[in-house]
T-cell receptor, first 115, second 116 residues
Framework: ETGVTQTPRHLVMGMTNKKSLKCEQH?????MYWYKQSAKKPLELMFVYNFKEQTENNSVPSRFSPECPNSSHLFLHLHTLQPEDSALYLC??????????????FGAGTRLSVL | AQKVTQAQTEISVVEKEDVTLDCVYE???????LFWYKQPPSGELVFLIR??????QNEISGRYSWNFQKSTSSFNFTITASQVVDSAVYFC?????????????FGKGITLSVRP
């Protein structure tokens, strides 16, 4: 139990569907992250939020839309995805990104399959 | 730019064997932090250790030990007397603190299989 909870754990969607991934952290952190993990590739940072403000968008296609209503919750809204978007999507949280004690704690991920 | 290389992709050992996972990093910065994470089949990345660039002292935690050598830019991880529960993907990562632009750079991971 890392203190970061992601739902759903598994998601299958068609290319025309709209779905959302949810992440919640109970660690009192102020920064939250979305990563994409594809087979045989390093983890790819997608978005960073610090105190609810987006500080990083790593050239992610607009079919991925993040939302951070407060420091404990992070969403990833998905629409008109492509089959190549199938991957494990991991959420993480930490203290502010630039702090010396910055350690990112990860959730178990959502395994997304796009048909 | 930072880079982390985990040249081994898959390692298979028999239970009770010792195994070393290699990590080589590149950065021009003199202050940085190195990490190891474990990703079991359940999916979550579990934080194992963080080491700063000024602390080259090796660390031991139970069956786990880490060897940090700045001279070779390596931060290797050894599991002694491996167990089936050690089967997982292990990631090495590097961060250089640059305020809001601080980002973890991960290696591709090493899949460790421990057979009974």
């Amino acid at each position: 139990e890392t203190g970061v909870t992601q739902t759903p754990r598994h998601l299958v969607m068609g290319m025309t569907n709209k779905k959302s991934l949810k992440c919640e952290q109970h660690l009192g952190h102020n920064a939250m992250y979305w990563y994409k993990q594809s087979a045989k590739k390093p983890l790819e940072l997608m978005f960073v939020y610090n105190f609810k403000e987006q500080t990083e968008n790593n050239s992610v296609p607009s079919r991925f839309s993040p939302e951070c209503p407060n420091s404990s919750h992070l969403f990833l809204h998905l629409h008109t995805l492509q089959p190549e978007d199938s991957a494990l999507y991991l959420c993480a949280s930490s203290q502010e990104p630039g702090r010396v004690k910055n350690i990112q704690y990860f959730g178990a991920g959502t395994r997304l399959s796009v048909l | 730019a930072q880079k982390v290389t985990q040249a081994q992709t898959e390692i298979s050992v028999v239970e009770k064997e010792d195994v070393t996972l290699d990590c080589v990093y590149e950065t021009r910065d003199t202050t940085y932090y190195l990490f190891w994470y474990k990703q079991p089949p359940s999916g979550e990345l579990v934080f194992l250790i963080r080491r700063n660039s000024f602390d080259e002292q090796n660390e031991i935690s139970g069956r786990y030990s880490w060897n940090f050598q700045k001279s070779t830019s390596s931060f290797n991880f050894t599991i002694t007397a491996s167990q089936v529960v050690d089967s997982a993907v292990y990631f090495c990562a590097l961060i250089v603190l640059r305020g809001a632009n601080s980002k973890l750079t991960f290696g591709k991971g090493i899949t460790l299989s421990v057979r009974p």
